[in-house]
């Protein structure tokens, strides 16, 4: 199974998923992980089992909403409660999200092991829900925001992301300069969720952006907006540190 890692965030078990490693056939192909896209629910099942194989971790999921709330879960789970973000404290238990183009954030704390695991599309960006789980770390672990480390994973880039001119504006008033000029405004969200972190205290040399655009990556990444709709769902998941005389991390 192939996985996208953070240098960054190398001492923690973490990864983004690609397309590669699953069943599933097309539109969905083929290691899809969401299971209200249309994909058969055995097949997604199955992939998920694949995950857990790969990775000796289980996953802690919410229902994605858009928003910002973040909530601790400490058991594996399946997606009912209504979250954006996800903090796990309990080694072996990934917090985890699901994106085809929103951006991941997975925050990780090497003081006392703790993880958060954020969804940004548009929308959660502009509500700020990368501090919201910045400032849940420091709740619940004790994180001072400077000791963190981030990871901004892949999703889709500024070379693809068109906007309107009055969402463009938006993020302009908002978030400073994270948007390219032109007739057809292009969105950074990249940009966005760095402002957001430093904003929130995270140091700039701990904040690593991938890079990875979904829509220019065909074989290699689901996009919602290139596939328009028809598509499958990747997953970026980040655990806690293993305790001492744990087995060995990925
Ligand atoms: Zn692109």
Redesign the pocket.
């Known amino acids: 199974m192939d996985l996208v890692r953070s240098k960054l965030l190398s001492a923690f078990p973490h990864g983004f998923t690609t397309r590669r490693g699953g069943v599933s056939p097309a539109p969905w192909d083929d290691l899809n992980l969401g299971g209200s896209v249309g994909d058969d629910p055995a097949r997604v099942a199955e992939n998920w089992h694949r995950l857990e194989a790969a990775t000796g971790l289980l996953f802690a999921r919410v229902r994605q909403v858009h928003g910002a709330r973040v909530v601790h879960l400490d058991a594996a789970s399946v997606p009912v409660e209504e979250a954006d973000a996800v903090v796990s404290t309990e080694p072996g238990i990934a917090a985890c999200v699901s994106v085809a183009d929103c951006v991941p954030v997975l925050l990780a704390d090497p003081g006392s092991g703790a993880v958060c695991a954020v969804h940004a599309g548009w929308r959660g960006t502009i509500a700020r829900v990368a501090a919201e789980g910045v400032r849940a770390l420091a709740e619940i672990a004790g994180a001072p925001p400077s000791r963190l480390l981030a990871a901004v994973g892949p999703s889709?880039?500024p070379?693809?992301y068109e906007v309107s001119p009055e969402l463009a504006d938006r993020f302009r008033t908002e978030l400073g300069p994270v948007v390219a000029g032109g007739p057809a405004p292009r969105l950074d969200l990249w940009a966005a969720n760095r402002r957001v972190l430093e904003a929130a205290g995270v140091a700039p040399d701990r904040i690593e952006v991938l890079g990875r655009?979904t829509?220019?990556e065909r074989d290699t990444f689901f996009s919602h907006r290139r596939d328009a709709g028809r598509t499958g769902r990747q997953m970026a998941f980040i655990a806690p540190h293993q305790p001492t005389g744990g087995r060995a991390l990925p």
């Open positions: 889709i880039g070379c693809c655009c829509s220019c």
